[in-house]
């Protein structure tokens, strides 16, 4: 006799697919939003079905009732949960979470708002800062000095906006690598080691700090140059990129803020600003505004450049051949002649630049005097202070006083001068004495003179860079007192030699000087300067050179 579960596998299929069809249509439901139902429902269906197919496959009945029983649990417990719970309670639950949300989002709509407005009132002040520079820039164009007065203009809207104590501006030589003052104001502690030798005098110190030429590297404004990011530094003590110089009040540093100026993406200068000791730290804020003053004189100069670059092409083109005529003439059209002592010299002038001058001065029977000077400035300004100097040098050396004293009457009477062109002059001055064979040598700014040593076949530098001749009245000059022997060789030179570039860029340097006189040491004077002269020409190529090239070489016979 057949059984029931023998044909109930039937319907338990078709209550099956009719579960998960019930299924799929709550699904459907749900996702376009026309229901919410719950989701008890989707597994009571479930629970269902999957009863219903495992009743089916094993023939045994009892596991459909087990599932319809579970399910009406399911079910049961959903309604009587629901019999219990407060629909009010609930909508309030609701209103509550609503209204929460919307607040929040009020708050961020609000401090959105109040961010919006703090950004819009910043590039305002940003936007009136670059005007007020624009404005302001135009009225330099005409004016003499144009950059000069430009960066004092902008060193005071700096040292105003932040109540600095001093500030400085500082920008980049692309030829020589270092970065020179433009503009000091004010007290400006040296974040920087002081040279040993220099007295610690407020004028000497703000003399070496005006005058000065900082490397790229190694000392606080070239590292901070080079990174090219501004820097805070509130504590100067506690910060080891500033070095303490000493217990004198006025070398007691404060608080500093440094800034980068720069023509599109490259740092071409740095603003400097500082604050006593005693008075309040620099702050963020102040930062801040110092960049945005950077921005701004960044901005302002590129057009400056541009402007001062065509009027000094102009006026070098203008004066600069007049100079030249008038420089190849103060120099010696022939080289007199010294018992026992050989002679050689050129000089080759840059355009438009007028700055070397040397002389040859027989002006007593125990004494000639070689002079090799190297003048600031371009064209008729350094043309008009080579003559000063050279009037000076050719009445001194006519009496029996010593090269450094003769040095010293030659710098009192360049500092005197009150113009505003730069009367500035590095100056190798030589004594020499034919008949004890005894030189002796004094010097200032960065001339070098070599002495080459027959005996030993060696050659090294005997001068020092020193400050240049027109600084300061107060400026010490030393003896360097020689005997020499025969064979030996005395050379001076400008640096315009030494700084001469390759179409590399890469400098002649005194390792190449050196090189040929000793290699050529057994010929005159006159035949080394012509083997130097082919050398430098060789080694320059047809690469521009923006400085004078000059070499006086005396051989002692």
Same mark, same amino acid.
């Given at each position: 006799?057949?059984?029931?579960?023998?044909?109930?596998?039937?319907?338990?299929?078709?209550?099956?697919? %009719?579960?998960?069809?019930?299924?799929?249509?709550?699904?459907?439901?749900?996702?376009?939003?026309?229901?919410?139902?719950?989701?008890?429902?989707?597994?009571?269906?479930?629970?269902?079905?999957?009863?219903?197919?495992?009743?089916?496959?094993?023939?045994?009945?009892?596991? %459909?009732? %087990?599932?319809?029983?579970?399910?009406?649990?399911?079910?049961?417990? %959903?309604?009587?949960? *629901?019999?219990?719970?407060?629909?009010?309670?609930?909508?309030?639950?609701?209103?509550?979470?609503?209204?929460?949300?919307?607040?929040?989002?009020?708050?961020?709509?609000?401090?959105?708002?109040?961010?919006?407005?703090?950004?819009?009132?910043?590039?305002?002040?940003?936007?009136?800062?670059?005007?007020?520079?624009?404005?302001?820039?135009?009225?330099?164009?005409?004016?003499?000095?144009?950059?000069?007065?430009?960066?004092?203009? =902008?060193?005071?809207?700096?040292?105003? *906006?932040?109540?600095?104590?001093? =500030?400085?501006?500082?920008?980049?030589?692309?030829?020589?690598?270092?970065?020179?003052?433009?503009?000091?104001?004010?007290?400006?502690?040296?974040?920087?080691?002081?040279?040993?030798?220099?007295?610690?005098?407020?004028?000497?110190?703000?003399?070496?700090?005006?005058?000065?030429?900082?490397?790229?590297?190694?000392?606080?404004?070239?590292?901070?140059?080079? $990174?090219?990011?501004?820097?805070?530094?509130?504590?100067?003590?506690?910060?080891?990129?500033?070095?303490?110089?000493?217990?004198?009040?006025?070398?007691?540093?404060?608080?500093?803020?440094?800034?980068?100026?720069?023509?599109?993406?490259?740092?071409?200068?740095?603003?400097?600003?500082?604050?006593?000791?005693?008075?309040?730290?620099?702050?963020?804020?102040?930062?801040?505004?110092?960049?945005?003053?950077?921005?701004?004189?960044?901005?302002?100069?590129?057009?400056?450049?541009?402007?001062?670059?065509?009027?000094?092409?102009?006026?070098?083109?203008?004066?600069?051949?007049?100079?030249?005529?008038?420089? *190849?003439?103060?120099?010696?059209?022939?080289?007199?002649?010294?018992?026992?002592?050989?002679?050689?010299?050129?000089?080759?002038?840059?355009?438009?630049?007028?700055?070397?001058?040397?002389?040859?001065?027989?002006?007593?029977?125990?004494?000639?005097?070689?002079?090799?000077?190297?003048?600031?400035?371009?064209?008729?300004?350094?043309?008009?202070?080579?003559?000063?100097?050279?009037?000076?040098?050719?009445?001194?050396?006519?009496?029996?006083?010593?090269?450094?004293?003769?040095?010293?009457?030659?710098?009192?009477?360049?500092?005197?001068?009150?113009?505003?062109?730069?009367?500035?002059?590095?100056?190798?001055?030589?004594?020499?004495?034919?008949?004890?064979?005894?030189?002796?040598?004094?010097?200032?700014?960065?001339?070098?003179?070599?002495?080459?040593?027959?005996?030993?076949?060696?050659?090294?530098?005997?001068?020092?860079?020193?400050?240049?001749?027109?600084?300061?009245?107060?400026?010490?000059?030393?003896?360097?007192?020689?005997?020499?022997?025969?064979?030996?060789?005395?050379?001076?030179?400008?640096?315009?030699?030494?700084?001469?570039?390759? $179409?590399?860029?890469?400098?002649?340097?005194?390792?190449?000087?050196?090189?040929?006189?000793?290699?050529?040491?057994?010929?005159?004077?006159? $035949?080394?300067?012509?083997?130097?002269?082919?050398?430098?020409?060789?080694? =320059?190529?047809?690469?521009?050179?923006?400085?004078?090239?000059?070499?006086?070489?005396?051989?002692?016979?």
């Amino acid at each position: 006799m057949t059984s029931i579960d023998s044909f109930i596998s039937v319907p338990l299929f078709a209550s099956a697919i %009719f579960g998960l069809f019930i299924l799929l249509s709550l699904v459907t439901l749900k996702i376009k939003g026309k229901t919410k139902p719950s989701f008890i429902f989707y597994i009571t269906l479930v629970v269902l079905a999957l009863g219903a197919v495992y009743s089916a496959i094993s023939k045994k009945s009892i596991f %459909f009732v %087990f599932s319809v029983i579970l399910a009406e649990f399911l079910v049961e417990t %959903f309604i009587l949960f *629901k019999s219990f719970d407060n629909p009010e309670k609930q909508e309030a639950k609701r209103l509550a979470k609503a209204a929460s949300e919307a607040s929040h989002s009020g708050d961020q709509d609000s401090v959105s708002t109040a961010v919006i407005k703090e950004l819009e009132e910043k590039h305002k002040r940003t936007l009136q800062v670059h005007n007020d520079f624009v404005n302001k820039v135009s009225t330099f164009f005409s004016s003499d000095n144009s950059m000069e007065n430009f960066l004092e203009y =902008c060193n005071g809207v700096l040292r105003e *906006k932040v109540s600095a104590d001093g =500030c400085i501006i500082l920008i980049a030589d692309d030829y020589d690598q270092v970065l020179a003052v433009k503009s000091f104001v004010g007290s400006f502690p040296p974040p920087y080691k002081l040279p040993d030798d220099l007295p610690h005098k407020p004028l000497r110190v703000e003399t070496n700090l005006r005058f000065a030429q900082f490397q790229l590297n190694g000392n606080i404004f070239g590292d901070i140059f080079k $990174e090219g990011k501004p820097v805070l530094i509130e504590d100067s003590v506690k910060d080891p990129r500033v070095y303490q110089n000493g217990p004198e009040d006025f070398l007691k540093t404060g608080s500093y803020i440094f800034a980068p100026i720069r023509e599109e993406e490259n740092v071409v200068g740095l603003i400097g600003l500082a604050k006593n000791p005693g008075d309040s730290k620099f702050s963020k804020d102040d930062l801040e505004k110092v960049v945005d003053l950077a921005d701004a004189i960044s901005m302002t100069m590129n057009p400056l450049y541009s402007f001062l670059a065509y009027a000094e092409k102009t006026e070098l083109n203008k004066g600069g051949s007049i100079a030249s005529k008038y420089q *190849k003439d103060l120099l010696p059209q022939k080289l007199p002649v010294i018992g026992k002592t050989s002679i050689g010299c050129f000089s080759n002038q840059a355009e438009g630049v007028c700055g070397d001058y040397y002389d040859i001065l027989a002006s007593r029977k125990d004494k000639v005097s070689f002079i090799m000077a190297d003048v600031a400035g371009k064209g008729m300004n350094s043309l008009i202070v080579m003559i000063m100097i050279r009037a000076i040098l050719r009445l001194a050396v006519n009496t029996a006083q010593s090269a450094s004293t003769i040095m010293t009457w030659a710098n009192r009477g360049i500092c005197g001068d009150t113009s505003k062109i730069d009367h500035f002059a590095s100056v190798a001055l030589i004594n020499y004495n034919a008949t004890t064979k005894e030189a002796e040598i004094s010097t200032c700014g960065n001339n070098p003179v070599f002495l080459f040593s027959a005996k030993d076949k060696t050659i090294k530098q005997i001068s020092t860079p020193s400050e240049p001749l027109g600084v300061t009245k107060e400026t010490v000059f030393e003896d360097i007192k020689l005997t020499l022997c025969s064979g030996d060789i005395l050379a001076a030179c400008t640096d315009g030699l030494l700084e001469s570039l390759n $179409e590399n860029g890469v400098q002649y340097s005194s390792s190449s000087l050196s090189r040929i006189i000793i290699k050529n040491c057994n010929a005159s004077a006159k $035949e080394i300067s012509n083997k130097v002269k082919d050398d430098l020409k060789k080694f =320059c190529g047809v690469a521009q050179q923006y400085d004078d090239q000059s070499l006086l070489v005396i051989k002692i016979q």
